[in-house]
């Protein structure tokens, strides 16, 4: 069945330095859709990308869907302790498949 | 707050057991999914609703069931439970189909002893 691999599976970082997680998959993608979830909360939505080579920002954080629309990345610049979660990837294929998750923590 | 509620909050019950978890989604979404976290699975879709229909189906064991009620709320059924069905469970909701945004309720953390 259709995969999506995330990478890496842990970050630990020092604060106001950057970061990045990487979701691929083996099959191209209608589209990706990323979230964070906070210790002990719930997902919650960041956003979606849809076409081909799409970059979008908000605020410190940068989402890029590839040109062949099999990855894409979220780079967070200089990382604050707000930024602490899990960052997750969701694509469709018949059903929703999370990516395994990135866990980041930042040391203030 | 997202607008999704999930009761209860935390269960604690037994082996062999069953369980019914409940989900309220926003007010005016006819989408609910639910979701299975573990430390060791991650976040594993259950199974999706839309407006009273079973619309997709993942990773859901056959000793668990759902249903969507004419008033849109949802039951997660649980049973035979196995110490391994510990876990939270997440309901969320979006307006149409999984290409809209999701909103996830808070959870109920199921904890089988």
């Known amino acids: 069945g259709q995969q999506v691999m995330q990478i890496p599976q842990y970050q630990h970082v020092q604060e106001g330095e950057d970061f990045t997680t990487y979701c691929n998959s083996s099959?191209?993608?209608?589209?990706i859709q990323w979230y964070k979830q906070r210790p002990g909360g719930h997902p919650v939505f960041l956003i979606q990308?849809?076409?081909?080579?799409e970059v979008k920002k908000q605020k410190r954080l940068t989402f890029q869907f590839g040109e062949a629309k099999k990855n894409s990345s979220l780079h967070i610049t200089a990382t604050q302790t707000t930024d602490v979660g899990t960052y997750f990837c969701?694509?469709?294929?018949?059903?929703?498949?999370f990516g395994q998750g990135t866990e980041l923590s930042v040391k203030p | 707050d997202s607008g999704v509620t999930q009761t209860p909050k935390h269960l604690i019950t037994a082996t062999g057991q069953r369980v019914t978890l409940r989900c309220s989604p926003r007010?005016?979404?006819?989408?609910v999914y639910w979701y299975q976290q573990s430390l060791d699975q991650g976040l594993q879709f259950l199974i999706q609703?839309?407006?009273?229909?079973?619309?997709a189906k993942g990773n859901i064991l056959e000793r668990f069931s759902a249903q969507q009620f004419p008033d849109l709320h949802s039951e997660l059924n649980l049973s035979s439970l196995e110490l391994g069905d510990s876990a939270l469970y997440f309901c969320?909701?979006?307006?149409?189909?999984?290409?809209?945004?999701?909103?996830f309720g808070p959870g109920t953390r199921l904890t089988v002893l």
């Open positions: 969701v694509i469709q294929g018949g059903k929703l498949i």
């Open positions: 099959t191209t993608l209608s589209n």
């Open positions: 007010s005016g979404d006819l989408s």
């Open positions: 969320a909701s979006s307006v149409q189909g999984a290409q809209d945004t999701q909103y």
């Open positions: 609703y839309y407006n009273g229909e079973e619309r």
């Open positions: 990308l849809v076409k081909s080579g």
